[in-house]
């Protein structure tokens, strides 16, 4: 139980997988954070593809809990096109952060 006049603490679980996301769910994970498997520097996580990112922000939405997204890499300048089309994706997903 929270105390009074403290705000809820958040349990923010990683879903590096969409399996993983189905478990944080179902332990009740107020929020998760998941990455693409493009712009991710935890390569040796399997990631989410364009599909299973919007199949994932549906099923956070469904369960109302909140769906943070990593974007960290280290670019180059031949990435910047390719870095704006996934942001621009993102936008289409609408993760909570």
């Known amino acids: ?3 009074p006049n403290l705000p809820k603490i ?6 590096g997988t969409p399996e993983k996301l189905e478990i ?10 998941l990455a693409g498997r493009d712009f991710s520097l ?3 996580s399997a990631n989410f ?9 549906r099923l956070t939405r469904d369960h109302g809990i ?3 997204v990593a974007v ?4 180059r300048d031949s990435e910047i096109g390719a870095i704006a089309d996934y942001l621009d994706f993102l936008a289409e997903v609408a993760p909570d952060a």
């Open 72 to 75: 960290n890499i280290y670019s």
């Open 42 to 44: 935890r390569n040796l």
């Open 10 to 15: 958040e349990l923010l679980v990683p879903a």
């Open 49 to 57: 593809s364009r599909p299973e990112m919007l199949a994932a922000r």
């Open 66 to 68: 909140r769906m943070y």
């Open 24 to 33: 944080a769910i179902h332990y009740g994970a107020d929020a998760v954070y």
């Open 1 to 3: 139980m929270t105390p």
